[in-house]
């Protein structure tokens, strides 16, 4: 069965450092979006990417994230200069379109900023 | 403005039934959606409603009101593997499709 994947699973990284989250979506699907879950809160919006360009962004997508899919099947989230509280989950997900019902989850990168 | 709520933890017994509400208020409304999430993981997907009424999917049902801004999930005969976070989500279309989630129910089942 297709799935989402993301690399890598676990990232320690020092305050101020740039990091780079991997993620291949299902071949086929058109949509796609980073959420971030800092440890015992919810599932937050960051970016929805859509024909090759970002379709909405939420308020904590500033200008320290970026976003690409460079080759037609990475897609990655860019943090500039990492601060303590980036510390969190990120899920990418992928949707084929929006008559399929079902988001599909990757299994998330921990990111740590000491 | 965008606002889910749902209970933050509910408890219940192995072999019993347990609803875990959800209310919304949001503008584009396309869909409310229910994923389950265990600790360290990925949430996965486990109803969609976008027309009033009652979606069954083996041991787990989930309902809409859209004038009432109101979903819930029922889950039967729970198991001990039931105990995870359950996450209330809506779709809104605003020129994309976009998920706001909920903070989630955290579900224990005890034997």
């Known amino acids: 069965e297709p799935e989402v994947t993301q690399t890598p699973s676990h990232q320690v990284t020092q305050m101020g450092q740039e990091v780079i989250l991997r993620c291949v979506p299902i071949?086929?699907?058109?949509?796609f979006y980073w959420y971030r879950q800092i440890l015992g809160q919810k599932v937050e919006f960051l970016v929805s990417?859509?024909?090759?360009?970002?379709?909405?962004k939420s308020e904590i997508f500033d200008d320290q994230f970026s976003v690409e899919r460079p080759d037609g099947s990475n897609f990655t989230l860019k943090i500039r200069s990492t601060k303590l509280e980036d510390s969190a989950m990120y899920f990418c997900?992928?949707?084929?379109?929006?008559?399929?019902?079902?988001?599909?989850f990757g299994p998330g990168t921990r990111l740590t900023v000491l | 403005g965008q606002n889910i709520d749902q209970p933050t933890e509910m408890t219940a017994t192995e072999g019993a039934i347990v609803q875990i509400n959800c209310t919304y208020q949001?503008?584009?409304?396309?869909?409310l959606f229910w994923y389950q999430q265990h600790a360290g993981e990925a949430p996965t997907f486990l109803s969609y409603?976008?027309?009033?009424g009652l979606e069954e999917k083996g041991r787990f049902s989930s309902f809409l009101s859209r004038s009432k801004g109101y979903s819930y999930l029922l889950l039967k005969e729970l198991q001990m593997k039931d105990s995870a976070s359950y996450l209330c989500?809506?779709?809104?279309?605003?020129?994309?499709?976009?998920?706001?989630f909920g903070t989630g129910t955290r579900l224990k089942v005890l034997a």
């Open positions: 990417f859509y024909n090759n360009e970002i379709s909405e």
């Open positions: 071949s086929n699907h058109l949509y």
């Open positions: 949001t503008s584009g409304f396309n869909g």
């Open positions: 989500a809506v779709r809104r279309t605003s020129g994309t499709y976009k998920y706001i």
């Open positions: 997900a992928s949707l084929r379109d929006p008559t399929y019902n079902e988001q599909f």
């Open positions: 409603n976008v027309l009033d």
